[in-house]
């Protein structure tokens, strides 16, 4: 056991949480972000801005090359982002044709690198219902294949599993943590719409909590 482990960190509020999460318990973590095309890629300059601060190894690592592949999505294509809530049907328009087994491959690829023992990535339960790649059975079959996939075995873990993201923002505010160095929204302006699924579900959850979030919403919400 070399207690490293490999955080894929998009800047958003779930893997915020789960980077300190993972400092908490004592791992060393290498911070590992996406350019996949995404409208959203203002998280990646949150991610950038909280590894500065913490001194966290972190890459950005562009595969917008990929883009191909990975098409027909809201976030990627010129789709409009839908909006409500995500068990909406509408919002399968925001699932990345196989996002999560492609970062999740390249991710392991790094641990071995950084003879880390896993990969961590913020799937949680509230993401089941439309996003195929953050159910409990591909974790638990990517676990499988990537700790044969090498000499070196590197599991796959989420620990947010079985939590919604209400659960996970309580987990933060125990640790402490400032959400206005997180980014959510899936459109890429200046102010979070506060109407994408994305956004949604984070207002639900700081108003599950009792908590007012601490960044601007179009329209001051």
């Given at each position: 056991?070399?207690?490293?482990?490999?955080?894929?960190?998009?800047?958003?509020?779930?893997?915020?949480?789960?980077?300190?999460?993972?400092?908490?318990?004592?791992?060393?973590?290498?911070?590992?972000?996406?350019?996949?095309?995404?409208?959203?890629?203002?998280?990646?300059?949150?991610?950038?801005?909280?590894?500065?601060?913490?001194?966290?190894?972190?890459?950005?690592?562009?595969?917008?090359?990929?883009?191909?592949?990975?098409?027909?999505?809201s976030l990627t294509s010129d789709?409009?982002?839908?909006?409500?809530?995500?068990?909406?049907?509408?919002?399968?328009?925001?699932?990345?044709?196989?996002?999560?087994?492609?970062?999740?491959?390249?991710?392991?690829?790094?641990?071995?690198?950084?003879?880390?023992?896993?990969?961590?990535?913020?799937?949680?339960?509230?993401?089941?219902?439309?996003?195929?790649?953050?159910?409990?059975?591909?974790?638990?079959?990517?676990?499988?294949?990537?700790?044969?996939?090498?000499?070196?075995?590197?599991?796959?873990?989420?620990?947010?599993?079985?939590?919604?993201?209400?659960?996970?923002?309580?987990?933060?505010?125990?640790?402490?943590l400032d959400y206005a160095r997180?980014?959510?929204?899936?459109?890429?302006?200046?102010?979070?719409?506060?109407?994408?699924?994305?956004?949604?579900?984070?207002?639900?959850?700081?108003?599950?909590?009792?908590?007012?979030?601490?960044?601007?919403?179009?329209?001051?919400?």
């Amino acid at each position: 056991m070399t207690d490293t482990v490999v955080v894929i960190y998009s800047g958003g509020m779930d893997s915020y949480t789960l980077l300190h999460l993972a400092r908490e318990r004592g791992y060393k973590v290498h911070a590992l972000s996406f350019n996949y095309g995404q409208r959203h890629v203002k998280e990646l300059d949150c991610a950038r801005s909280v590894c500065t601060a913490l001194g966290i190894p972190h890459k950005v690592i562009d595969i917008r090359a990929m883009s191909e592949v990975m098409a027909g999505s809201s976030l990627t294509s010129d789709l409009e982002v839908p909006e409500g809530h995500y068990e909406e049907d509408s919002m399968k328009a925001t699932v990345v044709p196989n996002r999560n087994m492609i970062l999740l491959s390249l991710a392991t690829g790094y641990a071995v690198t950084m003879a880390a023992d896993a990969v961590w990535y913020g799937a949680h339960g509230g993401d089941h219902a439309i996003y195929p790649d953050c159910r409990p059975e591909f974790v638990a079959k990517m676990d499988a294949v990537c700790r044969v996939a090498n000499y070196e075995p590197v599991g796959i873990e989420a620990p947010f599993m079985a939590m919604d993201k209400g659960r996970i923002l309580a987990e933060g505010l125990r640790l402490g943590l400032d959400y206005a160095r997180t980014w959510t929204c899936y459109n890429g302006r200046d102010r979070a719409c506060g109407r994408c699924g994305s956004c949604v579900e984070r207002l639900e959850a700081f108003a599950a909590n009792g908590v007012t979030d601490p960044l601007e919403y179009e329209g001051n919400r």
